[in-house]
Nanobody, 126 residues
Framework: QVQVVESGGGLVQAGGSLRLTCTAS????????VGWFRQAPGNERAFVAA???????YYANSVKGRVTISRENTRNTVYLQMNSLKPEDTAVYSC????????????????????WGQGTQVTVSS
């Protein structure tokens, strides 16, 4: 079992950048697929990005080219670097992990993730 904790959220102006961090407890972190999801008020939780066991990355179309997901297994950490932020990126961002391989579709499916953090607020002002 693994526990994940997010950090790095905050208030930023449009066009700015933030780096979110997801830190996991437990061993064998390298075997987990890790994803980032976000939820804005009144909306469902939506996929943002994911990184698989083999370091394959997946991005939502809405963030592609502005967001980079990476992992540092020796630190049990996954990063989400977000650039050129827009007001519509405002949401609670949550990190999630699954102890499994995932397909291109599966990595984007929040229902397949077993372990979730509490989330971190990102607010982008115009």
């Amino acid at each position: 079992q693994v526990q994940v904790v997010e950090s790095g959220g905050g208030l930023v102006q449009a066009g700015g950048s933030l780096r979110l961090t997801c830190t996991a407890s437990g061993r064998s972190f390298s075997r987990y697929t890790v994803g980032w999801f976000r939820q804005a008020p009144g909306n469902e939780r939506a996929f943002v990005a994911a990184i698989s066991r083999s370091n394959t990355t997946y991005y939502a179309n809405s963030v592609k080219g502005r967001v980079t997901i990476s992992r540092e297994n020796t630190r049990n950490t996954v990063y989400l670097q977000m650039n050129s932020l827009k007001p519509e990126d405002t949401a609670v961002y949550s990190c999630a992990a699954m102890d499994a391989y995932c397909s291109t579709t599966g990595c984007r499916d929040r229902r397949l993730y077993n372990y979730w953090g509490q989330g971190t607020q990102v607010t982008v002002s115009s």
